[in-house]
């Protein structure tokens, strides 16, 4: 999986492609970790490339929306591919994120 | 927040009491809960629960087999007041007989009816259930009328605010049968953050182990006749069987006539009830761990924990074990169901590579720590906050009236 981040005035962008699941979730974990702030709690994470998560990959996402809400900010995720909408739908967690089409929406989404 | 969760819990040895306790144990540690009431069935010979951790009160609330447990449920949901109430369960878990194993299914309707929102996680669903291997076997006519009670049952849980399963098929079967659009796909979820694995598989001595509660769907006479076959074929190998666990409360006296049954026979080991202290010790000694189930009523507890001590696993060729498998990234050999030949010969498949041995167990162990249980509790967290929400946004005439 590609993971490229780029900045958007307090906005941190994450483009992600190729299949994200159990293999990459340590690469998502650490930057989450590592990122997230009180300064820096405004992610959008850009889906349109990724093909393919599993559950570790979601509860990646999870953790990241989790972080980045206790530091008074929030994950947006964006452009989905049909494989993964399902997939979100699958286990009501559309509900819990704030979902946008695409990434200037997602921008607007805070 | 104040979460009430009705399920067995350890000493009691009800079904999904290792799944409650390692839920328990990672969701009392989160930020957003205050207390988590545990609505525990009662131990027998009014025996006591241990002291509680921290920030968990234990009220036992029914009692397997009863007729009255709903409304006991009910009763213990008025007083304590919880934000909200999750069950942890499955068909068979307020009983082995068909009526109050029934009317304690109500027991989510009658808290929902109290405007608590209310989340049913439900390990089996009644449609994947082979009802005579199960336990709630008898005539054609019996098991028929036993499907639409199933059924409507079914409905009753289905009216909570949100019905988690472990398995896609589940979600998809409930949708299109019920209509239901309150059913979400939760991960099971591996019962530690494991620690690093030991590959040491025991190359001097064959220790083939079973876990789990016995008698139903789960049975061992099978693996006991694989393992005599064993013997047979590789007289110069040491070898022993562990049969690990206890009767399924649906049937009790199973591995006593099991035992009987085979007594002349050596080197197995009825280990008794394992106790949480003991399960590492048990996993970590077995070569390879096996399956025996003729049939399943839902994803396997015991798979995880396979996969959390980095074991290889024997698995039976079923269409429910085979999914789940194949989406949760486990891996094993396969057998046909309730064949000892087929069973032996996948035994020793693995006991003749010890390289595929090492490789699919630590493929067990990535996928079990794909998600540990610690965060699946996040999701369902997550799910409680807009229900929470939603009842506070209730007009006030709206909200429930305590009496």
């Not at chain 2, 068909?98 to 109500?106: D, H, Q, W």
């Not at chain 2, 098991?143 to 399963?165: C, N, Y």
């Not at chain 2, 008698?215 to 099978?222: A, I």
């Not at chain 2, 000694?285 to 839902?298: L, Q, R």
């Amino acid at each position: 999986m590609d993971m490229n981040v780029i900045a958007n005035d307090n906005v941190r962008i994450i483009r992600l492609s190729g299949r994200f699941d159990a293999f990459e979730t340590p690469a998502t974990n650490k930057w989450f970790e590592t990122n997230v702030s009180a300064t820096e709690s405004r992610i959008v994470v850009d889906l349109s490339g990724v093909n393919f998560l599993d559950s570790a990959a979601l509860a990646s996402l999870v953790k990241g929306m989790k972080r980045c809400r206790e530091h008074g900010g929030d994950l947006v995720l964006c452009n989905f591919q049909q494989s993964v909408r399902i997939i979100f739908e699958l286990t009501g967690l559309n509900k819990a994120f704030k979902i946008t089409d695409n990434e200037e929406a997602a921008l607007k989404a805070f | 927040m104040r979460l009430a969760i009705v399920s067995t819990y350890p000493p009691s040895r009800g079904s999904l009491n290792e799944y409650a306790y390692y839920f328990v144990e990672h969701l009392r540690r989160k930020l957003e809960i205050d207390e988590v009431i545990l609505l525990t069935d009662d131990l027998p010979d009014g025996a006591s629960y241990p002291q509680a951790p921290d920030r968990v009160r234990i009220l036992p609330s029914w009692r397997f087999g009863a007729m009255n447990n709903a409304l006991r449920i009910r009763q213990t949901v008025e007083q304590i007041k919880p934000d909200a109430v999750l069950f942890n369960m499955q068909f068979a878990t307020f009983g082995d007989k068909r009526i109050p194993g029934a009317l304690g299914l109500t027991a989510p309707m009658l808290i929902k009816q109290m405007e608590i929102p209310v989340i049913v996680l439900l390990h089996n669903i009644m449609e994947t259930i082979d009802l005579s291997k199960a336990g709630f076997g008898g005539n054609p006519l019996m098991e028929h009328i036993t499907r639409l009670a199933g059924d409507l049952f079914t409905r009753m849980l289905l009216s909570a605010d949100m019905v988690a399963v472990t398995i896609p098929k589940y979600v998809e079967l409930l949708e299109a049968k019920y209509k239901a659009r309150n059913v979400m796909l939760a991960p099971h979820g591996a019962f530690e953050d494991a620690p690093p694995p030991s590959i040491d598989l025991h190359p001097e001595v064959l220790r083939i182990m079973t876990f789990g509660k016995f008698g139903t769907y789960k049975r061992v006479e099978v693996l006991i006749d694989a393992f005599q076959l064993l013997r047979d074929h590789l007289p110069d190998t040491s070898m022993e069987l562990v049969i690990a666990g206890t009767d399924s409360p649906n049937a009790t006296g199973y591995l006593e006539q099991v035992r009987t049954r085979y007594a002349a026979m050596p080197n197995i080991v009825y280990t008794g009830y394992v106790a949480e202290s003991d399960v590492a010790r048990i996993f970590s000694e077995a070569t390879i761990v096996v399956f025996p189930y003729n049939s399943t009523t839902g994803s396997s507890g015991v798979l995880h924990q396979t996969g959390n001590y980095a074991r290889p696993a024997v698995l039976p060729n079923l269409g429910d074990f085979a999914e789940l498998i194949q989406e949760e990234g486990y891996t094993g050999e396969f057998f046909a169901p309730e064949n000892a030949v087929s069973l032996a010969a996948a035994i020793r498949r693995y006991w003749e590579n010890p390289d595929k041995r090492r490789q699919d167990a630590m493929q067990n162990y990535l996928s079990s720590v794909g998600i540990p249980i610690s965060e699946v509790v996040d999701w369902y967290l997550l799910h409680l906050e807009p229900l929470l929400q939603a009842r506070v946004e209730q007009p006030a005439k709206e909200k429930p009236q305590w009496t």
